[in-house]
């Protein structure tokens, strides 16, 4: 019997990883996106779910999650969900922060619920920002891409669970356990998370064996099919302010202790520091597999770097990458400044965020440290924003990958599953900490080269928005359907 991840140590088992990168690398994928006149009635459905949720603005600053949630609603209850089984959970704080939780009730449950979770808040988004004839609050389908924001994060996900209960319920369909839809706001930012929010308060009507999350998904380049990723951990995201203060004074008597100067001079001191490599089981066997699947020198440095971390010439190279480099360590970046008070006074305050995000082998404090320590002036306080949210990995039991797998081995022949850590955080936290296991899968491919989430024209493949529905579906009904677990 394969040995499981450990929970308490926050390991991975490399038997397990191994046995899931046993499968051949690629798969190309020449099949066309289908027209709307050519969708079938479930996919038209779909559609039109997915366009009602990205026209309705869910942005922290201007838009309002209750609206869309609402929506959802109101697309469930006339499917024939009862009253009881949906519900619009408005945070107290806000009530442009609503949150909808559904439930799928089987007569036949044995088992507790499968959790399908999707965040419907989107990050900040303007038209002048964007490409001429787009806009971001407008679903557009073009050259067979949709665009708009939330077309990848996280509303393609939110809308194929919704279209797929609504046939679920229709058609009658029976599991051996519930299946909790909770579709939730401020997982993007904002002081209203509603996963947080529904756990402290409502934990009873989401509370779930296990859940399945953004977070994964697959990877392509130039059509060709690397890898279907499944998210078990992730980095923690740690925010920390530096703050240095001074007398201040008339600028024109200038002074060498200059607030702005000194923040200025630690920052760059920062700017040009790496925290060292350090690989964890699942990172390290990312790049054992993804050496398979590149090429040339990249190939090479991978497969050096996951049986020698400090080989300094192979991390140099594969560091260029942005998110190679997050794969390898923890990284700290400067996103905000705040300084002074009057353009004709010296500054008395010199603020910077700090936006780390953390291993999650290693801790914030040590963190903390490291900083004050690369800052090198003491007269620069490091403080904690927030506190903390680090969660353990889930475990990447055979219940729960198999099913993945053969999903992945039904619809995309020869493609791999890859457990990845995720370098970002996502609202799996919150249910991992309260020992909800969840996993980042979806079967949505993007382009690995191009990633516009959070970005310009966000965009996703129309072809990979319908093969998402399919594999979501395939899926749900494996982990709904197994026989009760054994041991």
């Not at 909808?100 to 808040?121: E, F, G």
């Not at 900083?371 to 990995?393: F, G, M, Q, T």
């Not at 991992?432 to 690995?448: A, C, K």
């Amino acid at each position: 019997m394969l040995r499981l991840l450990c929970r308490q140590k926050h390991v991975i088992n490399l038997s397990l990883i191994a046995l899931l990168f046993s499968q051949p690398a690629a798969s190309r994928q020449t099949t066309p996106a289908r027209t709307a006149t050519q969708l079938t009635a479930d996919q038209k459905l779909l559609r039109d779910i997915y366009q009602e949720l990205i026209e309705i603005n869910t942005t922290d600053a201007g838009g309002d999650t209750t609206k869309a949630a609402e929506a959802m609603a109101a697309r469930l209850r006339a499917a024939g969900f009862a009253g009881d089984d949906v519900r619009v959970v408005v945070h107290t704080g806000n009530t442009k922060k609503g949150n909808l939780v559904a439930r799928l009730r089987s007569a036949n449950a044995r088992r507790k619920p499968l959790l399908l979770l999707a965040h419907i808040d989107v990050v900040e988004a303007r038209k002048e920002d964007w490409s001429d004839n787009l806009d971001p609050f407008k679903l557009t389908e073009r050259d067979g891409y949709f665009y708009g924001r939330g077309t990848s994060d996280d509303k393609a996900m939110a809308a194929i669970f919704v279209a797929n209960l609504i046939r679920y319920k229709q058609d009658g369909a029976q599991f051996d356990r519930d299946l909790i839809l909770a579709l939730t706001a401020d997982e993007e930012g904002g002081d209203f998370n509603g996963v947080e929010y529904l756990i402290k308060n409502h934990l009873a009507l989401v509370d779930a064996e296990l859940g399945i999350n953004e977070g994964g998904g697959g990877r392509h380049r130039q059509g060709v099919k690397l890898f279907n990723g499944v998210q078990a951990s992730e980095k923690v995201y740690q925010s920390f302010q530096l703050e240095v203060k001074n007398k201040g004074g008339h600028s024109s008597l200038p002074v060498r202790e200059n607030a702005i100067y000194q923040l200025a001079a630690a920052i760059d001191r920062l700017a040009k520091f790496d925290f060292p490599v350090n690989l964890g089981d699942v990172t390290r066997g990312y790049f054992e597999r993804m050496s398979g699947i590149e090429s040339g020198q990249t190939a090479t440095d991978m497969k050096t770097v996951a049986l020698n971390p400090n080989d300094t010439e192979a991390v140099k190279r594969l560091a260029a990458s942005p998110y190679y480099n997050a794969l390898l360590r923890t990284t700290c970046v400067a996103t905000r400044l705040d300084a002074g008070h009057a353009d004709n006074a010296l500054p008395q305050t010199a603020r910077a965020t700090i936006n780390c995000r953390i291993l999650p082998q290693e801790n914030a404090a040590d963190v903390q440290r490291t900083l004050v320590r690369v800052l090198a002036d003491n007269a620069i306080s490091v403080s904690y924003i927030k506190e903390p949210k680090p969660s353990p990995p889930s475990p990447l039991t055979p219940d729960v990958m198999r099913p993945i797998e053969e999903t992945t081995a039904a619809m995309f022949p020869r493609v791999p599953v890859v457990p990845i850590m995720g370098t970002g955080a996502t609202d799996s936290l919150y249910f991992r900490q309260v020992g909800i296991p969840m996993y980042g899968v979806s079967g949505l491919f993007s382009d690995i080269d191009d990633n516009r989430a959070h970005g310009r024209d966000e965009r996703l493949g129309v072809k990979e928005f319908y093969d998402g529905q399919e594999f979501l579906d395939r899926l749900v009904k494996a982990l709904a359907r197994q026989s009760a677990r054994t041991t």
